[in-house]
């Protein structure tokens, strides 16, 4: 009990908040914390021991833990820093970081040289074209023979300007192109070979690529272009286009490539018909790392994107 008397003073040691009496403050008198309170993530505690809680109640009904004087005076505050009102005006802009951005790759021209794409030829399929029964071709188509052609009649085989002189004629070699002939903005040449020329009377005089034998006569429905299905799905790396096929000579048959443009040419010898595609691809490929695979159900082209992104 306080002598009679004497004032009693409010003790500022955090955690105390008892009053007292200046007379009866003993080295022991009062117990309290001499760190400074926290809150961080939900929990409330003293710096200065290890207890900690949640709740606010629990945390103003934690015991001290130092035991010393009682003070009536207020503990120092801790040091703010000096606000600048110079800026309290100022606007402070924020920008989020923004995903980095690649740089388109060059399109090369449409024109640009072509390249014979390597192709993976399944065994099966070269066995199925190898039991077709294939149209004679020794001078004679179907029922014609050699005796009936007249003398001036020219070769059918494309880019072949063979006339017929007598039967000495049909064992010369064929020079020919396959496909159909291409006229694309000014250009016109095969799609067989890398040559090309804007000029059509130098067009005619392309000399053929492929080797054979002449053609006198052509079968009704002979190299008659047909249609087939095509699709294509593409992964983060590759674009891959499918065409269904069944029965394709992979010798007669051929894939070219450049990096925006993808030519195809298929032979069927059962009924000598001819499938051709040429397309623009949206996006830029890389030649050398692209493949095909003849199969006996399709033509599988794998081309390699040269850049990332969805086509």
């Known amino acids: 009990m306080p002598s009679e008397g004497n004032q009693l003073f409010h003790c500022y040691n955090r955690g105390c908040g008892q009053k007292f009496d200046p007379n009866e403050n003993r080295e022991d008198s009062c117990t309290f914390h001499p760190g400074a309170p926290f809150f961080h993530d939900a929990y409330k505690g003293w710096s200065c021991c290890e207890k900690k809680c949640r709740d606010f109640t629990e945390f103003l009904n934690i015991e001290g833990c130092t035991k010393s004087y009682h003070s009536n005076e207020r503990p120092p505050e801790a040091e703010r820093s000096p606000v600048d009102k110079s800026k309290s005006n100022e606007v402070i802009e924020y920008k989020s970081p923004q ?6 790759l060059e399109r090369p ?7 014979n794409l ?6 099966t399929l070269v066995q199925q074209v190898k039991s077709l029964t294939r149209p004679a071709s020794d001078g004679s188509v179907g029922s014609h023979n050699v005796t009936e052609i007249a003398i001036g009649t020219s070769c059918k085989n494309r880019g072949c300007r063979q006339t017929y002189e007598g039967p000495g004629t049909a064992e010369t070699a064929c020079s020919h192109h396959l496909g159909f002939p291409v006229f694309h903005e000014g250009l016109k040449f095969w799609p067989c070979c890398q040559r090309r020329t804007t ?3 130098s067009f005619l005089e392309l000399e053929g690529c492929v080797v054979g034998e002449h053609m006198w006569f052509k079968e009704k429905g002979q190299d008659q272009e047909v249609s087939c299905r095509y699709d294509w799905h593409q992964t983060s790396s590759d674009v891959v286009v499918s065409i269904f096929a069944k029965k394709y000579d992979p010798d007669g048959s051929f894939v070219q490539l450049n990096p925006v443009r993808l030519m195809v040419h298929l032979f069927f010898p059962e009924d000598q018909s001819v499938f051709s595609l040429d397309l623009e691809l949206r996006g830029v490929v890389d030649v050398a790392l692209s493949a095909a695979s003849m199969l006996p159900t399709k033509l599988e082209v794998k081309l390699r994107k040269a850049e990332p992104g969805s086509w």
């Open 109 to 115: 021209p449409f024109e640009s040289s072509l390249v």
């Open 118 to 123: 390597k192709v993976e030829v399944s065994p």
């Open 199 to 201: 000029d059509f009377d």
């Open 99 to 104: 995903a980095h951005v690649f740089e388109a």
